[in-house]
Structures are given as C-alpha cells and as structure tokens.
C-alpha cells in the first residue's frame, strides 16, 4: 500500500480500509494545525490507487468502509472525483466512502455535483468545521465564515450526501468560549450531520497559535472552561445527532444519542467541570499539551 504523507481519520474509522487518494491539505494554514507540515496538496495517480485496490482486495475480499485518505479529498474537481470513486466502487462495490472536505470544497460545488458524486460512491463526508464563531473562524485562519459552513452543509444536505462534523472546542480563547458555543449551536441547529465529534484544541509546538500564545496574543482557556463550553453547546444543540467525545481530546468518552440523554451528560459535564480542583485542571492542561492531535 501507498501512503506517502500521514493517515488521518476520525477515531469512528479506524476499522477501515484506508486508500491514498490525495496528500496533504490544499489550505494547510490554519494557524494551530501541524497535521500536513511539509506536505504538498497533490493527488494520488489513478495507477496507485489500482494498484492499492488490488493489493487489499487479495487481503480483503469484503471491505464494508473504506476511508479515502488525504486532508481534504473532496477538494479535488469532479471529474476526477467521480473517477476515483467508480474505480474504487469497482473492487468494493458493496463499501460505504468517506472521507475528509473542508467547507470550501462543499462551496465549490454546486448541489448537482454533489449528487452525482454521490451517485459515483462519495456518500459521507466529515467536515472539520471546528467553530460556528467568526471572530474564532478568522482568527485561526480557517479561510471561510460561518455562512460557508451553513451555504456548503446545506447543499450537502440538498444532494443528500450523509456528512459529519467536527467541533473544536478552546478555539475562541480564555474567557470566550461558552458564548462561542452558544453561537455554534445556532448554527448547528440549522443543518443535520449525523454525528459531531467533540475536540479540543492542543496548542503544538512549531504553530503560529503556539506562537501568539508565547506573545501573549491568545490566552488559552482552562479546562474548566472548555468541559463548560461543551456543555453549553450540547445544551443549547435541538439536532437529532450521535456525539462522539474520545478520552484523548476530552475528559469523557461516550458516543450518545444527544437528545435523549443531553440532560444527564449536560448535568455530569457541569457536575466534573464543578469539582475541578486547580491542580485537576493542570494536571488535565499538562495531559493535553501532550498530545500530538490538533
Ligand atoms: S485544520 Fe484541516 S483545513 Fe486546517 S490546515 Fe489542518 S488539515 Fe487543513
């Protein structure tokens, strides 16, 4: 198999087959991501992927998900888009793709694309649309607003192309993030992804938000402070949804249907960020510095 940048994907997607279809991200600029540094945007030759598909096969003759991977996939044109798709559709016809698109690529296509996209096999995206808070958005350098997010979901949506999204929790800064949560469940509560993961922003060595942090340009919020942001959101979200958190970017781990169970893990989130001693919140600060996911 070929794989010649990193393989990322959501936790969900770790049991599946995983085929190179691009390499690196085609923004690769946003200001806390170190994901694709020293990656250039370029795309997977159609002989690989052949090659790749036939390689799985005689392993795996049956495959139910297959993870196309690279930063953003979807970000590629149509045409090759639907190329990539018949062909893997043609050794996995049975297989569910999914894979990874910014919201600019959703809003350089239009809702016929989509369709057809869909109809060549790209049925599931994740959008990693970490905030639906614009002064955030901007400062971290997402490079769209919040009304991409709603204009590129919608027709998502309109094709219906299944999709999930990905929260990112901290982004807005100490003292800021309960009313940027309360600004990104308006916006949730207009679109219908079918699972949110819940993240939380690790500020890594070698980022410009690293950078601005060491200048004193943004002050990082507390862990008291980020479980109270998710908290805010999951309360104030009406969608009919799946939550994913993983102990690795939250303190919790669960994947839960939200409405029925939103009082009682709105109510445990409360309770933990409650009883977080000084040396709990730094111990749990200390834990998240460690990590190597954004
Ligand atoms: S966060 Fe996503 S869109 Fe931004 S640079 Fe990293 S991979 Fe690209």
Same mark, same amino acid.
């Given at each position: 198999?070929?794989?010649?940048?990193?393989?990322?994907?959501?936790?969900?997607?770790?049991?599946?087959?995983?085929?190179?279809?691009?390499?690196?991200?085609?923004?690769?600029?946003?200001?806390?991501?170190?994901? #694709?540094?020293?990656?250039?945007?370029?795309? !997977?030759? +159609?002989?690989?992927?052949?090659?790749? *598909? /036939?390689? $799985?096969?005689?392993?795996?003759?049956?495959?139910?998900?297959?993870?196309?991977?690279?930063?953003?996939?979807?970000?590629?044109?149509?045409?090759?888009?639907?190329?990539?798709?018949?062909?893997?559709?043609?050794?996995?016809?049975?297989?569910?793709?999914?894979?990874?698109?910014?919201?600019?690529?959703?809003?350089?296509?239009?809702?016929?694309?989509?369709?057809?996209?869909?109809?060549?096999?790209?049925?599931?995206?994740?959008?990693?649309?970490?905030?639906?808070?614009?002064?955030?958005?901007? #400062?971290?350098?997402?490079?769209?607003?919040? !009304?991409? +997010?709603?204009?590129?979901?919608?027709? *998502? /949506?309109? $094709?219906?192309?299944?999709?999930?999204?990905?929260?990112?929790?901290?982004?807005?800064?100490?003292?800021?993030?309960?009313?940027?949560?309360?600004?990104?469940?308006?916006?949730?509560?207009?679109?219908?992804?079918?699972?949110?993961?819940?993240?939380?922003?690790?500020?890594?060595?070698?980022?410009?938000?690293?950078?601005?942090?060491?200048?004193?340009?943004?002050?990082?919020?507390?862990?008291?402070?980020?479980?109270?942001?998710?908290?805010?959101?999951?309360?104030?979200?009406?969608?009919?949804? #799946?939550?994913?958190?993983?102990?690795?970017?939250?303190?919790?781990?669960?994947?839960?249907?939200?409405?029925?169970?939103?009082?009682?893990?709105?109510?445990?989130?409360?309770?933990?960020?409650?009883?977080?001693?000084?040396?709990?919140?730094?111990?749990?600060?200390?834990?998240?510095?460690?990590?190597?996911?954004?």
């Amino acid at each position: 198999m070929h794989f010649n940048g990193p393989i990322v994907r959501p936790q969900t997607d770790a049991d599946s087959l995983f085929i190179e279809v691009t390499v690196g991200c085609t923004h690769n600029s946003c200001t806390f991501c170190n994901f #694709y540094d020293g990656y250039r945007f370029s795309v !997977a030759p +159609i002989s690989q992927i052949r090659e790749d *598909l /036939e390689e $799985a096969k005689a392993v795996y003759p049956r495959v139910r998900k297959i993870w196309a991977n690279g930063g953003n996939p979807y970000a590629l044109a149509t045409d090759k888009l639907a190329e990539i798709g018949k062909l893997i559709k043609e050794y996995y016809p049975e297989s569910r793709i999914s894979t990874y698109a910014r919201v600019d690529d959703l809003t350089r296509k239009t809702v016929e694309e989509m369709r057809y996209l869909k109809e060549c096999g790209w049925e599931d995206l994740v959008v990693g649309f970490e905030t639906g808070d614009d002064t955030s958005l901007r #400062y971290v350098n997402k490079g769209y607003t919040a !009304a991409d +997010i709603l204009l590129g979901c919608t027709r *998502l /949506e309109q $094709a219906g192309v299944d999709y999930r999204m990905i929260f990112l929790g901290g982004l807005a800064g100490k003292g800021k993030c309960e009313q940027s949560a309360r600004t990104t469940a308006e916006l949730l509560n207009k679109l219908h992804p079918y699972i949110m993961y819940l993240n939380s922003v690790s500020i890594l060595p070698g980022t410009e938000l690293y950078e601005d942090k060491a200048k004193g340009l943004f002050q990082e919020a507390g862990e008291r402070e980020l479980v109270l942001e998710f908290a805010t959101l999951l309360e104030n979200m009406n969608n009919d949804i #799946y939550i994913f958190a993983a102990p690795n970017t939250t303190p919790f781990s669960f994947f839960m249907d939200l409405q029925p169970n939103k009082g009682k893990i709105v109510s445990e989130m409360r309770a933990y960020a409650d009883k977080m001693s000084a040396r709990d919140e730094k111990m749990s600060a200390q834990q998240r510095s460690m990590r190597r996911s954004v």
